[in-house]
Structure formats: C-alpha cells, structure tokens
Nanobody
Framework: EVQLVESGGGLVQAGGSLKLSCAASGFRVGDYAVGWFRRLPGKEREAVACFRRSDGSEYYADSEEGRFTISSDNAKNAVYLQVNGLNPEDTADYFC????????????????WGQGIQVIVSS
C-alpha cells in the first residue's frame, strides 16, 4: 500500500525558511515522479514542484522557481521541499504526491497523495 506522510509544517515568520518532509512507503521514491502541491486559502490545489530521479526531470511553478527546491533521499525513501524567503502569501496546505508516470503540474495526473500539512507564515 502506498502511503505518503508529510511533516515539518507549522508557523513561521515572514522571511524565514522551512523544510517539508514526505515519508513514502509502498514504493521507491527513486522510481516515481514525486511532487509538492499546495492549496492556498480559498483556492484550488496548485503545483509547486516535481522531481523524477529516474530521468532527472524537474518541474517548478514559474512563480516559485528559486525559492523552492525539491529533493529526495533514496536511502530514507523520502521527498523534501525546501522553501526560502517565505511570505504570508505562501500560507497554505502543502501536499506531497507521487505517480509512476512523468512529472506534471496537473493535480489529476498524480495517483497517490498525502494528507497535507499546514504552513502559516506570519507577517
């Protein structure tokens, strides 16, 4: 059974940094496209970043490239999202997702999802 469990969220001050973790089980992160999405208050879920180790492909939302870095650790079977320069507009629920297919910014193309974790950025 595939499971994804996010951690590392919480309250952070504007300008700060955060590293979200996603512990995966039931599959190897090196074999799947793994991504991070977020849902801003009152908005639809949107893609933040995606990484597929098997072919080295990466995707970052245009507006976020430079502040967000996705990575994975095969030994820990985990995926991470480093976020720098946080601002209140980054307040959202963040979700880890995985799919055996290619990286995509489309929510519907990811088969497996974590429960999400809240990040609140105070000004």
């Amino acid at each position: 059974e595939v499971q994804l469990v996010e951690s590392g969220g919480g309250l952070v001050q504007a300008g700060g940094s955060l590293k979200l973790s996603c512990a995966a089980s039931g599959f190897r992160v090196g074999d799947y496209a793994v991504g991070w999405f977020r849902r801003l208050p009152g908005k639809e879920r949107e893609a933040v970043a995606c990484f597929r180790r098997s072919d080295g492909s990466e995707y970052y939302a245009d507006s976020e490239e430079g502040r967000f870095t996705i990575s994975s650790d095969n030994a820990k079977n985990a995926v991470y999202l480093q976020v720098n320069g946080l601002n209140p507009e980054d307040t959202a629920d963040y979700f880890c997702a995985a799919d055996p297919g290619l990286c995509s910014h489309y929510v519907t193309l990811f088969e497996f999802w974590g429960q999400g974790i809240q990040v609140i950025v105070s000004s």
